[in-house]
């Protein structure tokens, strides 16, 4: 059974940061990309950043582009979102999703990932 399990949201003031983790469990780690997107009430969810099964391939959101930055350890089979200068309409929730993919290239389509975790909530507020 895959498991994917986020964790790091939290409350944050404007021009802050935070780390955002996901646990994977259940999948051959290393044959996946990696990808977070997010979700705010009354919006779909949007692309946010990937990153490819061997780590060369990483694209942005051009919102969130220079103040995000993705990673992952395949020793702890866990991605990570690191938010810098984060922004009140950064607020959402942030979910990790995988795709059983071993393309360079990762994908930033959500109909392309095969598992999603239940999220985590961010909010940016003063």
């Known amino acids: 059974q895959v498991q994917l399990v986020e964790s790091g949201g939290g409350l944050v003031q404007p021009g802050g940061s935070l780390r955002l983790s996901c646990v994977a469990s259940?999948?051959?780690?290393?044959?996946?990309?990696m990808a977070w997107f997010r979700q705010t009430p009354g919006a779909e969810r949007e692309f946010v950043g990937c990153i490819s099964f061997n780590e060369i391939g990483r694209l942005y959101a051009d919102s969130v582009k220079g103040r995000f930055t993705i990673s992952r350890d395949s020793a702890k089979r866990t991605v990570y979102l690191q938010l810098n200068v984060l922004k009140p309409e950064d607020t959402g929730v942030y979910y990790c999703?995988?795709?059983?993919?071993?393309?360079?290239?990762?994908?930033?389509?959500?109909?392309?990932?095969?598992?999603w975790g239940q999220g985590t909530q961010v909010t940016v507020s003063s």
């Open positions: 999703a995988a795709d059983r993919s071993m393309e360079y290239l990762p994908s930033t389509q959500m109909r392309d990932y095969d598992y």
């Open positions: 259940g999948l051959t780690f290393g044959h996946y990309a």
